[in-house]
T-cell receptor
Framework: KAGVTQTPRYLIKTRGQQVTLSCSPISGHRSVSWYQQTPGQGLQFLFEYFSETQRNKGNFPGRFSGRQFSNSRSEMNVSTLELGDSALYLC????????????FGAGTRLSVL | ELKVEQNPLFLSMQEGKNYTIYCNYSTTSDRLYWYRQDPGKSLESLFVLLSNGAVKQEGRLMASLDTKARLSTLHITAAVHDLSATYFCAVGANAGGTSYGKLTFGQGTILTVHP
């Protein structure tokens, strides 16, 4: 069974631009979470979606937003990019059978110049 | 606010030696995770601990959970070079809620195993 797929894998943007990252969960999984990983702040929770509804949001500014579609695919958007948004963005999915196990994708590495 | 602290943050070991990584967390939780991350890669799930006293072992790694002390340990036995990586513990919100996807991570322990 295919794993969690994140696209694109690498992205270079300039300050002020906006970016959209995509995450396709494992087939049948309805829960998708997003995390930001930076050397300074470590791994931080961004949002969690379940059945197209945002269930939780981390402590990030409003420039960070997300959504989930009816097929459980999720996107996150960052507007007005700042240098500090350079990070590895990880997506994880979990299924109803065992909601405790989170499967992580390979991540999208965003560089903001 | 839930806080998760790991120590040590850096661990340099000789092959064949044993060592333990500690993970303390600040509020009640019944879900504790250990992940491994290789440079430039994503997170690989190692263990999921769901109850007080839970112990799980896989190869040279053994994880345990003491929910009363709010402490988990990851014990490394007879380290080999292939274990060199960064190890994270993460704590989930209690299962009674709906926040299964929200994990709070420790800072990570960078493990280097030398011949």
């Amino acid at each position: 069974k295919a794993g969690v797929t994140q696209t694109p894998r690498y992205l270079i943007k300039t300050r002020g631009q906006q970016v959209t990252l995509s995450c396709s969960p494992i087939s049948g999984h309805r829960s998708v979470s997003w995390y930001q990983q930076t050397p300074g702040q470590g791994l931080q929770f961004l949002f969690e979606y379940f059945s197209e509804t945002q269930r939780n949001k981390g402590n990030f500014p409003g420039r960070f937003s997300g959504r989930q579609f009816s097929n459980s695919r999720s996107e996150m958007n960052v507007s007005t990019l700042e240098l500090g948004d350079s990070a590895l963005y990880l997506c994880a999915s979990s299924g109803n059978q065992n909601r405790n196990i989170q499967y992580f994708g390979a991540g999208t590495r965003l560089s903001v110049l | 606010e839930l806080k998760v602290e790991q120590n040590p943050l850096f661990l340099s070991m000789q092959e064949g030696k044993n060592y333990t990584i500690y993970c303390n967390y600040s509020t009640t939780s019944d879900r504790l995770y250990w992940y491994r991350q290789d440079p430039g890669k994503s997170l690989e799930s190692l263990f999921v601990l769901l109850s007080n006293g839970a112990v799980k072992q896989e190869g040279r790694l053994m994880a345990s959970l003491d929910t009363k002390a709010r402490l988990s340990t990851l014990h490394i036995t007879a380290a080999v070079h292939d274990l060199s990586a960064t190890y994270f513990c993460a704590v989930g919100a209690n299962a009674g809620g709906t926040s299964y996807g929200k994990l709070t991570f420790g800072q990570g322990t960078i493990l280097t195993v030398h011949p």
